[in-house]
């Protein structure tokens, strides 16, 4: 005899709410990740004195600040789920480290002054 199944619902395991610009950067992640680190880029440039040299190196140094700010953007630092950012991973260890709590498993001594 065969048992009789019911319906079978498949839950997709990484789903994010978030509308993507490019894989895996949502409007929220550029808007509020990568687009400060690349306005400061452009900010540095920006800096006077325009001398060649002066711009390239301000150049070089925007550039490594824009993909900084696309790398926090991209990557994610849990391998099993592809829908945890960094900033949300960030939040969350920062959250639980302000949870914790000290707890001694005997009882402090009272310290005596001479």
């Not at 808007?31 to 690349?38: C, D, S, Y």
């Not at 452009?42 to 390239?56: D, G, K, N, Q, T």
């Not at 960094?86 to 000290?102: A, E, I, T």
Request: charged share 20%; proline share 5%.
């Amino acid at each position: 005899m065969s048992e009789k199944k019911g319906k079978e619902f498949i839950f997709p395991d990484n789903v994010e709410s978030g509308y993507n610009l490019i894989q895996g950067v949502t409007v929220k992640g550029f808007f509020t990740v990568f687009l400060p680190f690349l306005l400061v880029g452009i900010i540095i440039v920006l800096i006077p004195p325009y001398s060649m040299v002066f711009v390239l190196i301000r150049v070089f140094v925007a550039f490594i600040i824009a993909t900084i700010g696309l790398a926090i953007t991209v990557a994610r630092p849990v391998k099993s789920r592809r829908n945890i950012t960094v900033v949300q991973y960030m939040k969350h260890v920062q959250s639980y480290n302000r949870r914790q709590k000290l707890f001694y498993i005997e009882p402090k001594r009272k310290r005596r002054w001479k």
